[in-house]
């Protein structure tokens, strides 16, 4: 049975990089309350009005391909990640598609918010496994800032997140280097504790004018999350180490899902890491959701904290509630 294997990776983020000192002009806060409570410093925001998320995503795609060796055409199936499509419908995967001019190749889209790169990435795992395709180009991409409140009654979640895209390419190998499990799971009844509720299909889009409804912004329960985020954090990384009889001592790199650094820093604590085992890079990008592990994992990998032969674990904890983690031999 063919194993699969992280063949290359890139990421991108818009230009325009938005500090907490330039949020304390359009809403009450401060540098000091943004970074003792996310550790955030900065984050990208678009603006400009001809970047989608699936057009961040074909920038990443587009270096990932070339990071791996293969020509576009190699590409078999697309699996896109992302809370933020362009469009209502169609989803994202096909635009991309198109953007990179692939042949009529399967386009799968996740919703699956924080945890939608490792569902894709365990979805790519297992079609490879079972032989159905050899290379899978799997991405995720956010466009938040859109989407947010940015008076001071939204500031609690809109100083959190920020856009961006990131995107691996995932490859049929019979090497021992390779994806070793993924394992994901979910709790639909904290659903509406991270969510955005309005516009849907049983409250459509005049209705929220009309009753200039708030409801379509971004709601996070923030302490709830958070209680919930490292617990869940904490069992599906032993899981997955469990699974393949490693110890926390065995990772070389840990990279959770980027949503608050004191949820990272807490999760190190708890098991027992150093900062070299551990990377983090929310102080520049904010949280960008299903594009914070790719482009994390991208930076890490660029800048050498990836060898050949390193155990790397990858976690996410998001809306859904749904949670997910990788076991990596790099």
Known sequence: MPKSTIKGLGFYVPENIVTNHDLTK??????????????????????????????????????AISDSGLDKNDIDFIIFSTLSPDYYFPGSGVLLQKNLG???????????????????????????????YKNILVVGSEIHSGG???????????????????????????????????HLHSEGKFAEELAVIKPATTFWI????KNDDESYFPYMNGNFVFKNAVVRFEQVIFEALNYSNLKTEDINLLITHQANLRISQYI?????????????NIMKYGNTTAASIPIA????????????????VLAAFGSGFTWGSALIKW
């Open 26 to 63: 359009i809403m009450d806060t401060s540098d000091e309350w943004i970074k003792e409570r996310t550790g955030i410093k900065e984050r990208r925001w678009v603006n400009d009005d001809k970047l989608s998320t699936s057009l961040m995503g074909t920038y990443a795609a587009k270096k």
């Open 102 to 132: 692939i042949k009529e190749v399967g386009a799968l889209d996740v919703r699956n918010q924080c945890s939608g790169f490792i569902y894709g990435l365990s979805i790519a795992d297992q079609y490879i496994k079972s032989g159905m």
């Open 148 to 182: 947010l409140d940015k008076s001071s009654r939204g500031r609690s979640v809109s100083v959190i997140f920020g856009d961006g895209a990131g995107a691996a390419v995932v490859s049929a190998t019979d090497s021992d280097s390779c994806i070793l499990s993924t």
């Open 206 to 209: 005049d209705k929220i004018v």
């Open 268 to 280: 190190q604590k708890r098991l027992k890491l150093t900062d070299s085992q551990v990377f983090n």
């Open 297 to 312: 994992l991208t930076e890490a990998y660029q800048s050498n904290l990836i060898k050949k032969g390193d155990i790397v």
